[in-house]
């Protein structure tokens, strides 16, 4: 259906629009008497809707399909022109962001029913700049108001304290939370469908999808490092256009082969492709982004964060960001990325962005990057062998189906450059080129199949986050 988001200028108005509004009335079902500020806009006659003459103009919520997609890429003259492209037609847009801001306050609505000084806060590619139209809302419970961590001022030898239960470990009081406020979303939440209780993972979480929206939600309480993981992507992508520009290219690059995958396992996930493009870009001869080290020198006590015993500080103020020149263009940066990491050397070296350099590996996996908050932790351990060399051919056939276009480009719409390598093989089209690589025997697809699952069984008792594997779109 068609859906507005509507704001008002005066609270008053909110007040004379809920007088005005009557409960949902049906002639076979009865009702959960819990209202949201979602209302449903109908026509009293049936004969209004003809008289109406409404005009609407719908903004888009979804991405074009892909074959349109490379078609448009097609159409255009540079890879330069592509990868912006790709990005307008993909990013999230300002009533999307807004939209998702609303289901996170309808959210809070429910939650606040057990902690009514709780707030609901998006993160994840709904706020870091790198999302795209149709990804998921990730949403954090906010519970700090209730849970006595603030320190209360003290008057004379007296100090008062609530009353508040106590249980053995922080891990089982967000598990009881969510699961409470799951059954809630459940059992209440207006246009709450499929609700799923995720305890047991690294990081509990309550996975629903939001009809009216569109929106497939996953809501975590405690979590705090991916809060400021999520800053930290904002701040990156800021800086630079060619930071988002490049992460979006590799994102649905990634997405169109297979690399990454709605269904948990041996893939790597979208967070992980995104360190990759931050660290190549460090790795730049005149560096696009500062490592985050530097970010970390350069905050005030404004940036100053420490989360559990993790050093969580950087800059938040980008004026104080100076970067040095430097001209590299999109396509450039492209073609350069798919070489960067078509001849790294994986087996020896991990990825730091916190010191922008290779670092020797700490441990066996074969992809090792470091999270740059839980230094100790690698966010792509859940990758197994198959998966990262499926990675490095692909990257290698598209510096080549890349380069090749560089000299010259077929004209008309004939898949080129970008366009080319969203083709759902460019092994194909390098192989035409090159004569060199044959499609995979099924026999492999199967193994490298059977390798992921169980990577993703072993996934689950490691340090990897919760989600490092969870359903994405890009
Ligand atoms: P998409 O949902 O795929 O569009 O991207 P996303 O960035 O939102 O990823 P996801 O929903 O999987 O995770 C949400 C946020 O949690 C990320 O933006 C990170 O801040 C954080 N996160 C996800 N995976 C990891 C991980 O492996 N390690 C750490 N430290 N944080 C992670
Ligand atoms: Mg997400």
Redesign the pocket.
């Given at each position: 259906g068609v859906h507005a988001v509507v704001e008002f200028s005066e609270k008053e108005c909110i007040a004379a629009l809920q007088d005005g509004t009557r409960i949902l009335s049906t002639n076979h079902e009865s009702t959960v008497p819990f209202k949201t500020r979602l209302l449903t806009l109908r026509f009293n006659h049936p004969g209004d809707q003809a008289a109406a003459q409404m005009s609407v103009k719908c903004l888009k919520q979804s991405t074009i399909p892909i074959n349109e997609l490379i078609q448009k890429l097609s159409s255009v003259d540079s890879i330069d022109q592509q990868v912006d492209l790709l990005t307008r037609e993909y990013q999230l847009t300002e009533e999307n962001i807004r939209l998702r801001f609303l289901v996170c306050s309808l959210l809070k609505d429910i939650a606040a029913a057990y902690f009514p000084e709780s707030s609901v806060k998006p993160?994840?590619?709904?706020v870091n700049t790198f999302?795209k139209l149709g990804?998921?809302?990730?949403m954090f419970l906010d519970l700090d108001g209730n849970s006595g961590r603030k320190v209360g001022k003290t008057a004379g030898p007296y100090i008062l304290e609530y009353q508040m239960k106590q249980v053995s470990s922080e891990r089982m009081v967000t598990q009881s939370i969510l699961s409470v406020i799951g059954e809630c979303i459940d059992q209440f939440g207006p246009g709450c469908v499929g609700v799923q209780k995720i305890l047991n993972a690294r990081c509990p979480l309550v996975r629903f999808s939001h009809q009216p929206s569109g929106f497939q939600c996953?809501l975590t309480a405690n979590n705090r490092i991916a809060m400021r993981s999520s800053e930290l992507l904002y701040v990156y992508g800021s800086l630079d256009p060619r930071v988002r520009a490049l992460v979006f290219s590799v994102r649905c690059w990634a997405r169109v082969h297979g690399l990454t995958s709605s269904i948990p396992g041996a893939w790597i996930t979208?967070f992980s492709l995104t360190m990759m493009v931050l660290f190549f870009l460090q790795r730049r001869s005149s560096p696009i982004i500062p490592t985050l080290d530097q970010l970390k020198s350069l905050a005030g006590t404004d940036g100053k964060c420490i989360i559990e015993g993790h050093d969580c500080t950087f800059v938040t103020n980008l004026s104080k960001i100076t970067l040095p020149e430097n001209t590299d263009t999109p396509g450039q940066l492209l073609q350069e990325f798919f070489e960067f990491y078509g001849n790294f050397t994986f087996s020896k070296n991990s990825i730091n962005i916190r010191k922008g350099k290779e670092q020797n590996k700490p441990e066996a996996s074969p992809l090792h990057i470091q999270n740059p908050f839980e230094q100790s932790l690698n966010v792509s351990k859940n990758v197994n062998q198959t998966q990262l060399e499926k990675f490095v051919t692909l990257a290698r056939d598209s510096a080549w189906t890349l380069q090749q276009n560089e000299v010259s480009h077929p004209s008309g719409t004939h898949p080129w450059g970008l366009a080319a390598l969203l083709l759902p093989s460019v092994s194909q089209t390098a192989g035409k080129n090159k004569n060199k690589r044959k499609r995979q025997p099924a026999s492999e697809r199967i193994k490298s199949l059977l390798d992921s699952i169980k990577a993703s069984k072993v996934t689950k008792t490691t340090d990897v986050f919760c989600?490092s594997a969870?359903k994405?779109s890009l």
């Open positions: 993160f994840g590619s709904s999302g990804c998921d809302l990730d996953d979208n989600k969870k994405k």
